[in-house]
């Protein structure tokens, strides 16, 4: 067969199934999701490249697309070839700024992918909308930023040690970091929580300081539980009082005409306590498709009620304003109305009370009562905190995990983000004092399943929860040793005296740690991160070896898994039959001709069962001192018993809170199988 002559002027095979690919994608954007009609046209292209070409010559990318727009045109298929002409054009302006913007970034070229959602949404512009700056360029102005808390003779020395960690793809910060440092905005913390209070005045009071922040990027957290119930009266007007449910579409709304900083719509999470008298209309205020689209919503549980559901026993009611009981309920009802929504939706998720403030390290200053919308951090009011991922996948070189280099790049990483605090323009007065006290920092990681794939570990299997055992402690440990060394250097957070980690303080729980700051870890769902480290997100296993990812506001991103591809190369195995496998199923398993070794190491989500997924995240809580945003990824089939035993599992394993999600339960899906 022919031989492509590529437009870098090297030599590559001919490879039908990349024709079949780009046909499908442009079917699809159609409303044509049919692989074997992709593949059919496809056919006839070969066909009529034989006509124009004789084998031995060196085709061009172009002269193949070329013929693929005559067929679609000669097969009747207008509009997909009106798509395929489209797809071509954008593919040519994408290169054409991969040549202008990236050439090579820390010994690497990043993907097409990491491009898009750079310009999209971090790369900074002028007032008429160009791109002023390359990915190496945003590098250069964080780290610099960053490492302006150093003293003067140090801030060189430490930017050019921040722009390596970040240029090498090894540590990311949150989004507003990597969009705002080094910018008149200079808003860099990602997570907030803030107080609503049951009084008119105090609800839209937090409204526009939830406003405020969402133009600068952060995300918000609120507890509607000190909300009075609908229908209790109101004694300044004789009126009867709306309810929490009815505040969390205001809440909505606002934030649906709001932008963070332009770039992303804002969003927030929304908490129930389990024994407020409207948790029944809070647990399905998400039922109907798109409802309160810019939040996530959990229900704050208690033991108490976890135990009553599991004994089928009532527990009760309370009113949030007096604090008395206002009847019972059945704790049974409640927990089956929970699972049967999560099933149907995906919502609610559930946090547990007593297990988040089990950590809480200054249990003086309060309870931690809400967390960020993705749930990886309890805060408590007017707190805020910045995050930052470690690129597991980049610590494993020839099957083994570089725990030299990995210590080293948590000890800067906790150094840049302790920075951070310091750098940071706070949006609230109130936000800027109540996290000076405890400077909390949430170090996580994305690329977990790169990093099991690359030593060849099944996500679920033994030695995966080890592997997760095995990094959560050694995370841990250096990272409190890394704050240590900061405390040594510039002082612990100033509620130390009254933290946990004192040994002369009421709370104290058996160790006297010296610590720069109140928290030190918390492991986010990274899905912008992960797509510009172009590596797995999170903890979370591989959604799937082939893929579309729609974000950006509805932007569609086609991936194919690097590491699967490598395997397959270094058993000789790549074919076009298994590209075509994975574009229709995501998955290998019930491909015979693939080794089980390969099949047992590249499992997705859905080869997943539920437990598994809840031992890995159970296994790194134990060692997160903030909490872990985690989904259980369900397959369609699955059933609402077995939604309710992972919650139970969830519980029962220490987790902080889980949240879970049927796979096409929800009408518009963020990723999806290439085929749908």
């Not at 133009?215 to 007007?237: D, E």
């Not at 039922?287 to 559901?309: E, G, H, I, P």
């Not at 729609?550 to 590209?579: C, H, P, R, W």
Request: glycine residues 6%; charged residues 25%; contains cysteine.
């Amino acid at each position: 067969m022919y031989t492509i002559k590529k437009r870098d002027g090297s030599m590559a095979a001919f490879d039908q199934s990349k024709i079949t690919q780009a046909i499908f994608k442009a079917a699809q954007s159609v409303g044509r999701q049919d692989l074997v009609f992709a593949q059919l046209l496809s056919d006839k292209v070969i066909q009529q490249l034989r006509k124009s070409y004789r084998e031995d010559h060196q085709l061009t990318v172009e002269e193949i697309q070329d013929e693929v727009e005559k067929v679609l045109i000669q097969e009747g298929q207008v509009k997909i070839a009106k798509n395929y002409i489209l797809y071509r054009h954008d593919r040519m302006k994408l290169r054409e700024e991969k040549a202008s913007l990236i050439g090579r970034i820390g010994g690497k070229t990043l993907s097409l992918n990491a491009l898009k959602v750079l310009k999209e949404r971090y790369l900074l512009r002028d007032k008429e909308g160009n791109l002023i700056e390359t990915p190496e360029e945003m590098f250069r102005r964080v780290a610099m930023s960053v490492a302006k808390a150093e003293p003067p003779g140090r801030q060189k020395e430490m930017a050019d040690q921040f722009y390596q960690m970040l240029v090498h793809l090894d540590f990311l910060p949150n989004s507003p970091c990597l969009m705002n440092a080094g910018t008149p905005l200079q808003q860099l913390a990602a997570c907030f929580v803030l107080p609503i209070k049951d009084s008119i005045d105090d609800i839209y009071q937090t409204l526009r300081h939830a406003m405020i922040i969402q133009k600068t990027a952060g995300g918000t957290g609120f507890n509607f539980s000190h909300v009075r119930p609908r229908n209790s009266l109101v004694q300044s007007t004789k009126g009867h009082a709306s309810g929490p449910v009815s505040f969390l579409h205001v809440y909505n709304a606002a934030t649906e005409a709001i932008k963070h900083g332009g770039k992303k719509r804002g969003a927030n999470m929304g908490v129930l306590r389990v024994d407020h008298p409207d948790i029944l209309e809070f647990i399905h205020c998400k039922d109907k498709s798109n409802a309160l689209r810019n939040f996530n919503v959990s229900v704050m549980v208690t033991d108490q009620f976890m135990k009553a559901a599991k004994k089928n026993a009532d527990y009760p009611m309370v009113d949030p304003t007096s604090g008395q009981e206002l009847g019972k309920q059945s704790a049974r009802y409640v927990f089956d109305s929970m699972v049967t929504s999560a099933w149907q939706n995906g919502d609610p998720g559930i946090l547990f009370l007593d297990r988040i403030n089990k950590d809480n390290p200054t249990p003086g200053e309060g309870r931690l009562e809400a967390t960020n919308p993705c749930a990886e951090l309890p805060l408590l009011d007017y707190e805020a905190c910045t995050l930052g991922s470690l690129n597991m996948g980049n610590f494993v070189e020839n099957k083994k995990v570089d725990w030299k280099r990995l210590q080293q790049t948590i000890w800067l990483a906790v150094r840049f983000l302790d920075n951070v605090i310091d750098v940071n323009n706070y949006p609230l007065s109130e936000i800027k004092e109540q996290v000076m006290k405890n400077r909390k920092i949430g170090l996580g990681m994305m690329g977990f399943a790169d990093m099991l794939a690359k030593l060849r570990i099944p996500y679920n299997s033994k030695e995966g929860v080890k592997m997760a055992e095995e990094l959560g402690r050694f995370l841990r440990k250096e990272a409190d040793a890394a704050s240590m060394k900061l405390a040594e250097e510039r002082g612990v957070f100033p509620n130390w005296e009254q933290s946990i980690y004192n040994k002369k303080s009421e709370h104290f729980r058996g160790q006297h740690l010296e610590l720069r700051n109140a928290t030190r870890l918390s492991i986010a769902p990274t899905g912008s991160l992960s797509m510009i480290a172009d590596c797995s997100a999170g903890i979370e296993p591989l959604f799937a070896l082939s893929y579309m990812k729609k974000v950006l506001g509805g932007k569609e991103f086609f991936y194919v898994d690097q590491n699967f591809k490598d395997a397959l190369d270094e058993k000789g195995l790549k074919s076009e039959e298994i590209v075509e496998h994975i574009m229709n199923k995501g998955s290998i398993q019930d491909l015979e001709d693939i080794p089980s070794t390969i099949r047992k190491v590249f499992v997705t989500a859905h080869d997943i069962s539920p437990e598994w997924h809840v031992k890995i995240q159970a296994a790194f809580q134990n060692y997160v001192d903030n909490a872990i945003s985690k989904t259980v990824n369900f397959p369609n089939s699955a059933t609402i018993r077995d939604v309710e035993e992972v919650y139970m599992m969830a519980w029962k394993m220490g987790c902080k809170g889980i949240t879970l999600y049927r796979d096409n339960s929800k009408s518009e899906q963020v990723i999806h199988l290439t085929a749908h």
